[in-house]
């Protein structure tokens, strides 16, 4: 399995309250991705990176925040977090030559 | 209309049996293709990747059709642990971040 760490693997939270995800490789993958997925949306990226401190928004990017200090860290930020951010959120990484993705094993967000 | 369609099923299928389903795509100018399959509560893994002269890995045959603008997964042999749901995956040529499209997926359930 690809070295990938998502942490905490399920939360509950209070709407308003900021959020923050992390995401870990081991892989040195030039590439990382933040998704979410939903009932009858299936997967939907978010925010991705190509590099240290070079991110891109995906296409629900509203509501959301990335950064990337390190090759091995991608973190995912909701500042204030809503309801409709309740969701399952998956971590992923690939590289530059090859259009493939390995997927962390998730984290379980409630914001009630 | 959505850029990446599956039927999301599910499909019932008998052990034993043989079961396709197909994906259709919107963006003509899509060069890459893959299959990943999805466990409930579980991350996506890839499971095979479509070529244009159609590909065949043990029990499972995938075929691209350009003209039409689908890629078929077909399983033959089910066994129960082929239960899950398989989400189509297309790229475009030149995706900026090598971002992937994903199919809302099929769910297949193989019955004793």
């Known amino acids: 399995d690809a070295g990938i760490t998502q942490s905490p693997r399920h939360k509950v939270t209070e709407t308003g309250t900021p959020v923050t995800l992390r995401c870990h490789q081991t892989?040195?993958?030039?590439?990382m991705y933040w998704y979410r997925q939903d009932p009858g949306h299936g997967l939907r990226l978010i925010h991705y990176s190509y590099g240290v401190k070079d991110t891109d928004k995906g296409e629900v990017s509203d509501g959301y925040s990335v950064s990337r200090s390190k090759t091995e860290d991608f973190l995912l930020t909701l500042e204030s977090a809503t309801s409709s951010q309740t969701s399952v959120y998956f971590c992923?990484?690939?590289?530059?030559?090859?259009?493939?993705?390995?997927f962390g094993a998730g984290t379980r967000l409630s914001v009630l | 209309r959505k850029e990446v369609e599956q039927d999301p099923g599910p499909f019932n299928v008998p052990e034993g049996a043989t079961v396709a389903f197909n994906c259709t795509y919107s963006?003509?100018?899509?060069?890459?293709f893959f299959w990943y399959r999805q466990d409930c509560r579980k991350e996506p893994k890839l499971l095979m990747s479509?070529?244009?002269s159609g590909n065949e890995d043990g029990r499972f045959t995938a075929q691209l059709n350009r003209a039409s603008q689908y890629i078929s997964l077909l399983i033959r042999d089910s066994k129960l642990s082929d239960s899950a749901t398989y989400l189509c995956?297309?790229?475009?040529?030149?995706?900026?971040?090598?971002?992937?499209?994903f199919g809302g997926g099929t769910r297949v359930l193989v019955k004793p």
């Open positions: 995956v297309v790229i475009p040529i030149k995706a900026a971040g090598n971002k992937l499209t």
């Open positions: 992923a990484i690939g590289t530059a030559d090859k259009n493939i993705q390995y």
């Open positions: 479509v070529y244009s």
């Open positions: 892989e040195n993958h030039r590439y």
């Open positions: 963006n003509s100018a899509s060069q890459s």
